[in-house]
């Protein structure tokens, strides 16, 4: 492990930081790594990944010992990186037809309208993978990237569930429903909830932006529209709030 203090320039690709984030990526084959920068602390933090990588025969990248102040220089000002920032490429890009391909008869699909905040879009993608969605579409326009805070967020979501971005979300529907699955908004106008339609297919799960929700064409193009039975007086979720809830009644009703 070097010790000697580095000379700080632009990233030669994308950081990853947090401990979960930097360790799901450490143990993904499909993740080309430049670097590593941690304190010594960090890297003890990541010992278990780091020789499961090895063991696995992942190409593991420079380890360069610096200070905490070090990393935070590097970063936005909120940033949590416990520790650790790892400089690497960015995944290679998915499109719809790769997550289609082999879609089981059970599959889900999350598809996000306008939602663009990199914490909402982050959480989505964790809560996708720990309830086994296939992938998450959003727009392309003003998509984050899969990097910083929106890996921490994902808490390492982002080496497991696929993540597509498309043009135009309506014609994206179109194609879901001709690959078989049955495309469900969430909105508050939707006359039943996702228990009441009794789902067990293929699905998509289609969810607006806070507050301007779904946008009409969107709507439109899908089969059906259903809510979630909150109570007054609170009469909405935030958008990552309302996916894990929405996904854990779709789960549940398999």
Known sequence: MKSDRPSYGA????????IHAVTQALLNPKRVH?????TARGFESLQEAWQDAQMNGIALPEVVTV?????????????????VLLDCQPLEETFLADILVNAPDNAVVMVLDQVTDPHNVGAILRSAAAFGAIGVVMQKIHAPETTGTLAKSASGAVEHVPLVREVNLSRTLEQLKEAGFFCIGLAEEGKE???QMKLAGKTALVLGAEGAGLRRLVAQNCDALAHLPTQPPIGSLNVSNAAAVALYELVRAR
């Open 11 to 18: 990233p030669s690709s994308a950081y990853l930081f947090g």
């Open 34 to 38: 430049q670097r590593l920068l941690c």
């Open 67 to 83: 200070e905490k102040e070090d990393i935070e220089r590097l970063l936005p000002r909120d940033a949590v990186h416990q520790d």
């Open 193 to 195: 909830t996702l228990a």
